[in-house]
């Protein structure tokens, strides 16, 4: 399944993600689950998983100004919140959060598309959850949270424009030669 993006990111490559992190998350989860506290487990869940989605989609945007800053704040936001300690539901929110804006300013150029993402990720975040209680697997919840996050792709670059706008200028000049043609025919039949 390929939806129609405007970048070069498509549902496939985000369901590849899904699925890697899924089995990385859940690996290092049950590793490191009888070592460390859920508490911090669960944090650095979030943290590497936030990481990784930014470097996926900084890699997939066709954009190339301000990678290192994006990264940098990246960095500086979470070590804030790693050394702050907020509750878990905020640290996670942040996270998000985070994503949210690198999305929207990488990838949209609208502020209905950017809500609509916004909308993506709020149903991102309640389809883990919802995972979560129910089965209570690790796998399952970060499956859940990322294969909802890959359609993303699916949410045009501007939901404002109109289809005329949108086409490719190959279209709009196929339009126009059509036209064109069609009015030489009609002054041709007239003489």
Not at 15 to 37: D, H, N, T
Not at 121 to 148: D, P, Q
Request: hydrophobic fraction near 55%.
């Amino acid at each position: 399944m390929k939806f129609a993006t405007h970048n070069s990111a498509t549902f496939n490559q985000g369901l590849a993600f899904a699925l890697v992190s899924s089995l990385v998350g859940s690996l290092i989860y049950y590793m490191f689950s009888a070592f460390v506290a859920d508490s911090y487990l669960i944090r650095l869940l979030i943290s590497l998983g936030s990481f990784a989605y930014i470097l996926y989609l900084l890699k997939q945007s066709q954009t190339r100004l301000g990678r290192v800053s994006v990264m940098g704040l990246w960095a500086v936001i979470s070590a804030v919140l790693w050394f702050y300690w907020p509750p878990a539901s905020l640290f996670l929110l942040v996270h998000i959060s985070m994503l949210w804006i690198i999305r929207s300013l990488y990838f949209y150029s609208s502020m209905v598309s950017a809500l609509a993402d916004l909308g993506l990720n709020l149903l991102s975040i309640a389809a883990a959850f919802w995972v979560a209680e129910h089965t209570g697997s690790v796998f399952l919840s970060i499956w859940c949270f990322f294969l909802t996050q890959a359609m993303f792709v699916a949410i045009p670059k501007n939901l404002l424009v109109s289809r005329q706008q949108q086409a490719t200028p190959d279209d709009r000049f196929q339009s126009a030669y059509r036209t064109a043609q069609s009015a030489v025919i009609k002054l041709s039949t007239r003489a």
